[in-house]
Nanobody, 115 residues
């Protein structure tokens, strides 16, 4: 399984970005696709999750601003980020979680929100 994340960049507060994660590999035992982020000096945290039934979960800090979505074949997962805040500044990582607690990670894409 390989994950390739993209879409990060520099944006002003209030702006929007759309992150993409292109996935390749066998997904028969895929449980969820997730976006995590890690800000400088902080632990990595879960931002959003989507399962194979397209149920979604969000961190409280991004509810109402971020939307996770995936395509029908689970070849890609997206994170639409609106009304960005300086505290959203972090490296964002795409994650694929499989049955048996097996995880794969993308390389990360950096998001910087200026005030």
């Amino acid at each position: 399984v390989q994950l390739q994340a993209s879409g990060g960049g520099l944006v002003q507060a209030g702006g929007s970005l759309r992150l993409s994660c292109v996935a390749s590999g066998i997904f028969s035992s895929l449980s969820t696709m997730n976006w995590f982020r890690q800000a400088p000096g902080k632990q990595r945290e879960l931002v959003a999750r989507i399962d194979r039934s397209y149920n979604t979960e969000y961190a409280d800090s991004v509810k109402g601003r971020f939307t996770i979505s995936g395509d029908n074949a689970w070849n890609a997962v997206y994170l639409q980020m609106n009304n960005l805040k300086p505290e959203d500044t972090a490296i964002y990582y795409c994650n694929a979680a499989f049955e048996g607690n097996v995880n794969y990670w993308g390389q990360g894409t950096e998001v910087t929100v200026s005030s």
